[in-house]
């Protein structure tokens, strides 16, 4: 009767290597929209295998149905994810990253790995910006949910300054129009192009680097800094949360409340 619960050697290779693929799939849809979706489905995927080892064949029948048609379901939810996790495999410094340089699992950070940003040198760059009405739309995470942009851009991994940062957006350089790319401390990239974001929820006086800005909300953990063109205003973004006009004497402090939450 409870044949079902012997575990051999291979079974526990089979556990530990599924265990790995869904840890990475939760990293990449993390902080989205599509991580409620991705728990949902997941869990009903538990109850029919937990169904099917006690033998309740009706409910088992039923839910494996359910299953059979969610492929196609996830496959149109999912497309976006799908796409980025696809373009995640086929980049060379996959494997490198993932499974040479460090745990797959990636449990805890590294010491030293980690380098916190410097809100500082980014809260300056935002003020002389906005002081200059230059555009600019910054975005900063910590995870790697953003690495699916950096191919749209020019590369850059250089360390985050405030001197850096305003040359890049400079109306004359030929990579202001664009978005920077921030990780840990380290402008990864510039220029890059961003999902426009389809919602009606924005005003339509936004420009399209708003509209960006909300799209790479909507499909990670980011944080999105906008600072406007037309009006020196200084806006951030994150998880679909907008909030606009913040004063250049509270941005540092919002900044760092933002990363803290995330």
């Known amino acids: 009767m409870l044949q079902f619960i012997s575990i051999g050697f291979l079974d526990v290779i089979d556990i530990v290597l599924v265990a790995a693929l869904i840890y990475q799939v939760y990293q990449m849809v993390r902080g989205t929209i599509a991580i409620r979706i991705f728990v949902g489905i997941f869990t009903i995927y538990l109850f029919w295998k937990i169904v099917e080892a006690l033998h309740m064949e009706l409910l088992s029948e039923i839910l494996g ?52 940003l410097n809100i500082d040198e980014v809260t300056r760059a935002c ?11 910054i975005i900063i995470s910590y995870s790697h949910d953003i690495d699916i942009y950096l191919g749209s851009g020019e590369i850059i991994n250089a360390r985050v300054s405030s001197a850096l940062l305003e040359s890049v ?33 924005l005003s339509a006086s936004l420009g399209m680097r708003h ?19 037309q009006t020196g205003a200084i806006s951030t973004i994150k998880e679909g949360k907008f909030k606009q006009n913040i004063s250049k004497s509270n941005l540092a402090a919002h900044l760092r409340h933002l990363l803290k939450k995330g």
Do not use: Y
Not at 100 to 110: E, S, Y
């Open 65 to 116: 149905q359910f299953i059979g048609v969610g492929v196609i379901v996830l496959i149109i939810v999912f497309q976006q994810e799908l796409r980025n996790f696809l373009l995640m495999i086929g980049n060379t410094n996959f494997l490198n990253q993932s499974l040479f340089k460090g745990n797959i699992f990636h449990f805890g950070k590294k010491e030293g790995e980690e380098i916190p």
């Open 211 to 229: 509209r960006a800005a909300m799209g790479v909300s909507e499909q990670s953990s980011a944080i999105s800094l906008i600072v406007s063109e």
């Open 127 to 137: 003020i002389n910006m906005s002081n200059s009405k230059t555009g600019a739309l």
């Open 169 to 201: 957006f400079w109306k004359n350089t030929p990579l202001h129009d664009g978005a920077v790319l921030i990780r840990d401390n380290t402008i990864l990239a510039a220029r890059c192009v961003l999902p426009v974001s389809e919602s009606s929820d």
